[in-house]
């Protein structure tokens, strides 16, 4: 039992100022991408979410310029994820442990928390398939692709993929049980072909780290919930916050409340 | 094969003045739950559809002041639905077969479609479960609740709930069946006991019509899309236009796209 097998532990310790990539972290219980945006551009944010469900499960959205979500009700949405980025003009200006400052120059952010994949690697796990980032302790690999999300008002992008190298004989397997997860990205989107998503090389992804691929692997590409930092680059909003790709949010909520 | 067999036919008889209730009509393809509201209202409908997700599950927003919908592109959302209301500030003042001078009376309507439980009607009568409101040829029996929706923004309001009565040995699988569709409201959020939802008598819904109750049935509720009107009246928005409960849109989309 460590810090970090309770989102609890893990929240007071990332709000100590430790910096981690989270997958593995408090198994059992609901990670979350974020993202805050002004309330200008809430609206647009939210429809793009309904318009692609895949990278972007919306599991809450936060009250103009509060800091609390009903996932874990005594966390600070501005001190609890390991590691922030903070967005002008779709540029990203910094990363810090701490975003209270920028959280509160902002006088009505509107934070989105979105289904993560590290959901499902715990029934993953559990059925014995590896997660090989996990094994490897670093952070998972993702990328972005050649698939356009469909526009919402102001906000377009590509969406953005994590990727698991899965054993040909499990891939099957791996995807009917991510699948009952739709709502932290469900099924993968993509299975084998990286090239046919634009992906040039695995070995240099554009978030995260690279894995290493074993012979009769396959691998297998979910939706990514930094399709939204994809769509503030492209897009371009004012302001935003965003957590650091692979260290998410770690919320109270159990696992199976997703589960179909 | 007659007319409404097919969307596109039962689209055309609706723009030609037909009214009838819609269960049991083009087998297989998604029928929808409309609400329009003006622009400055979406953000807070889409984010009460977010967080009431069993009721109000999005499949579909237009742009502001469009009448088209991905779902059916040669549809005209002001017209093929076979009847419409009208509200004004939350009190409904008109049903229409032909929304056209009322959608066309505002700049900026966003429609949002809503899934519709007679979606999964057709897999319940697949696996031989009779459909007791298609079987009496009259509208489904929806029910005011005593369970308030989690609140957004300006709108508040209860949940509706469509029932079935099954035959008791057929619960399980009815509920299992649905619940693989939960873009469509998915499994039953209450089986049995009318009573501790707030519903006093199942002979008196509070919208569409009674149907028979046989002895070892099980009245099994469902969430409904009929959600938004209460949540209309509930909470007053200078307009909107809904369909009437039980009349609903019929789209190109195949049910099948809902399932998990």
Same mark, same amino acid.
Do not use: K
């Given at each position: 039992?460590? #810090?970090?097998?309770?989102?609890?532990?893990?929240?007071?310790?990332?709000?100590?100022?430790?910096?981690?990539?989270?997958?593995?972290?408090?198994?059992?219980?609901?990670?979350?991408?974020?993202?805050?945006?002004?309330?200008?551009?809430?609206?647009?944010?939210?429809?793009?979410?309904?318009?692609?469900?895949?990278?972007?499960?919306?599991?809450?959205?936060?009250?103009?310029?509060?800091?609390?979500?009903?996932?874990?009700?005594?966390?600070?949405?501005? +001190?609890?994820?390991?590691?922030?980025?903070?967005? +002008?003009?779709?540029?990203?200006?910094?990363?810090?442990?701490?975003?209270?400052?920028? =959280?509160?120059?902002?006088?009505?952010?509107? #934070?989105?928390?979105?289904?993560?994949?590290?959901?499902?690697?715990?029934?993953?796990?559990?059925?014995?398939?590896?997660?090989?980032?996990?094994?490897?302790?670093?952070?998972?690999?993702?990328?972005?692709?050649?698939?356009?999300?469909?526009?919402?008002?102001?906000?377009?992008?590509?969406?953005?993929?994590?990727?698991?190298?899965?054993?040909?004989?499990?891939?099957?397997?791996?995807?009917?049980?991510?699948?009952?997860?739709?709502?932290?990205?469900?099924?993968?989107?993509?299975?084998?072909?990286?090239?046919?998503?634009?992906?040039?090389?695995?070995?240099?992804?554009?978030?995260?780290?690279?894995?290493?691929?074993?012979?009769?692997?396959?691998?297998?590409?979910?939706?990514?919930?930094?399709?939204?930092?994809?769509?503030?680059?492209?897009?371009?909003?004012?302001?935003?916050?965003?957590?650091?790709?692979?260290?998410?949010?770690?919320?109270?909520?159990?696992?199976?409340? =997703?589960?179909?």
């Amino acid at each position: 039992m460590t #810090a970090f097998s309770t989102p609890q532990g893990a929240r007071a310790a990332f709000r100590a100022g430790h910096v981690a990539p989270t997958a593995g972290m408090a198994p059992g219980f609901t990670q979350c991408n974020l993202i805050a945006l002004p309330r200008d551009w809430a609206f647009d944010f939210l429809l793009f979410a309904q318009r692609n469900p895949r990278p972007c499960p919306v599991l809450d959205v936060t009250e103009p310029g509060s800091i609390r979500t009903v996932l874990a009700p005594d966390a600070d949405l501005r +001190r609890d994820v390991p590691l922030y980025r903070i967005w +002008r003009d779709g540029v990203m200006v910094e990363e810090t442990a701490d975003a209270s400052a920028a =959280w509160d120059s902002q006088p009505d952010l509107v #934070a989105f928390l979105i289904g993560c994949s590290f959901t499902f690697e715990t029934p993953l796990r559990q059925a014995g398939i590896e997660i090989r980032h996990i094994a490897q302790g670093c952070n998972v690999p993702m990328y972005l692709t050649n698939r356009p999300c469909r526009p919402a008002g102001r906000l377009q992008g590509p969406m953005v993929v994590s990727m698991r190298p899965i054993p040909a004989d499990r891939v099957a397997e791996a995807a009917v049980i991510s699948g009952r997860y739709p709502g932290v990205h469900g099924a993968p989107v993509h299975i084998g072909c990286p090239e046919a998503l634009g992906i040039a090389d695995l070995a240099r992804p554009d978030f995260g780290d690279a894995v290493e691929m074993r012979p009769g692997e396959v691998p297998v590409f979910w939706a990514c919930g930094v399709t939204p930092q994809a769509a503030l680059m492209a897009s371009r909003p004012p302001f935003a916050i965003t957590h650091a790709p692979g260290h998410m949010f770690l919320t109270d909520t159990p696992d199976h409340q =997703w589960q179909v």
